[in-house]
């Protein structure tokens, strides 16, 4: 498996030459329709299977680019009034909680408080539960508004 096949074709009658190729007479027949008057006889013929004019059903890499994209962009459509929704709920929630400061205000509160657990114990559990404590003090106090 792998390896190139590489083909050696004989002639049992000789060429005719291009005139008669071209004209459908001659020695050539279906060998000699192939190969195009005025060219030079290439003495191997190759056999590429995986070129997609010889075999269709064998993708080529930017056949399956385009697909990809298709795919992507089909199911970009069919989620879109999804995310919108997910989007409008996300931006509820966040407002809900007190905004985007409250919130990074409050990532911070956990951070601080869970490292602190973690210097404190060496078990797990009150770390977490430091780190959950930080979200709930971070989300309750208020961060001071800008003046």
């Not at 000699?32 to 008057?37: I, N, P, Q, V």
């Not at 059903?57 to 459509?77: C, G, H, Q």
């Not at 931006?91 to 408080?113: H, N, P």
Request: charged fraction near 20%; include cysteine.
């Amino acid at each position: 498996m792998g390896e190139r096949v590489v083909v050696t074709p004989r002639r049992g009658e000789p060429d005719a030459g291009p005139a008669a190729r071209d004209a459908g007479g001659g020695a050539g027949g279906a060998a000699g329709s192939a190969s195009r008057a005025g060219t030079p006889r290439d003495p191997h013929v190759r056999l590429e299977y995986a070129k997609s004019d010889v075999n269709p059903i064998f993708p080529t890499f930017w056949k399956a680019v385009a697909w990809l994209r298709y795919v992507a962009s089909e199911f970009a459509a069919a989620a879109g009034p999804f995310a919108a929704s997910v989007r409008a709920a996300g931006a509820a929630t966040v407002a809900r909680l007190g905004g985007r400061s409250q919130i990074i205000f409050a990532i911070g509160v956990a951070c601080v408080l869970g490292a602190f657990g973690a210097g404190l114990s060496r078990d797990e559990a009150v770390t977490f539960w430091m780190i959950v404590g930080g979200l709930l003090i971070g989300l309750v106090l208020r961060v001071p508004l800008r003046p």
